[in-house]
């Protein structure tokens, strides 16, 4: 069973960029969909539902900052956090896209570390910004973004820790699919932090518990593998 991974939509029309992506983000544990067009980019962000999108300012068809504008106004996609990529560092440029709603930018030439290091912590970061998902309700749990609070069966339960309470937004988010220790490690953890499997298996522990029956009911284990909201 193949650990369930985030994906990377790469707008770029520079093919050894595209060839980059393909090479290192595998190993970080990404999968990656990619095209050199901006328009085509937006039909994928719709298709594929990537958990971020890394987008060139320099296309052939589109600009990137009408992409990015385009993409902030539509409400399928608005959510999805968007890197964008220059080889310009121009300091008008990157309040230009931060504006239009990009989350990050990064310009070329890059360390693929630093690639690498901005895509996760846009991730982290962006774990409870989607705003078509301030309530998330799965069963008797419903979870409430905003005031980090949970309630089971209307009733609003122990206050969770910020890493027990992302661990079950996770979970919920991503149900019915299991979800691998590494990915749910990088996911509510990060690689920055010394976090092993027992650290999952015992946040998993103490979140069942808070969550009474209904936790030990809905959080199931598969056996050497991971977990997944049932």
């Known amino acids: 069973m193949d650990a369930l991974k985030s994906k990377v939509l790469a707008i770029d029309d520079d093919e050894s960029i595209l060839t980059l992506f393909d090479t290192i983000l595998p190993k970080e544990g990404f999968t990656v969909v990619s095209t050199p067009r901006g328009g085509t980019g937006i039909t994928m962000a719709h298709d ?44 008008q440029d990157k309040v230009k896209g931060l504006e239009l709603g990009a989350d990050d ?14 895509i996760r912590a846009i991730l982290r970061r ?3 910004e989607n705003p078509s998902e301030k309530i998330l309700e799965r069963g008797n749990v419903r979870v409430l973004v905003d005031q980090v609070m949970v309630e089971v069966n ?24 299991v979800l691998s220790r590494s990915y749910l490690i990088e996911t509510v953890w990060g690689t920055d932090y010394p976090v092993t499997d027992r650290t999952v298996d015992a946040t998993i522990k103490r979140l069942r518990h808070k969550l009474g029956t209904e936790g030990a009911k809905h959080i199931g284990t598969v056996e050497g593998f991971g977990y997944k909201f049932e």
């Open 105 to 118: 930018y990064l310009p070329k030439p890059f360390e693929p570390k630093e690639l690498v290091a901005r």
């Open 154 to 177: 209307g009733t609003a339960k122990e206050r969770l820790t910020r890493k027990e309470f992302d661990l079950l937004y996770v979970l919920m988010k991503k149900h019915p699919q």
């Open 48 to 91: 594929e539902k990537p958990d971020i999108i890394i987008l060139d300012l320099g296309l052939p068809d589109i600009p990137g900052m009408e992409v990015c504008r385009v993409m902030r106004q539509d409400p399928l996609i608005k959510h999805i956090p968007i890197l964008m990529l220059t080889a310009q560092n121009s300091v």
């Open 126 to 128: 962006t774990l409870h």
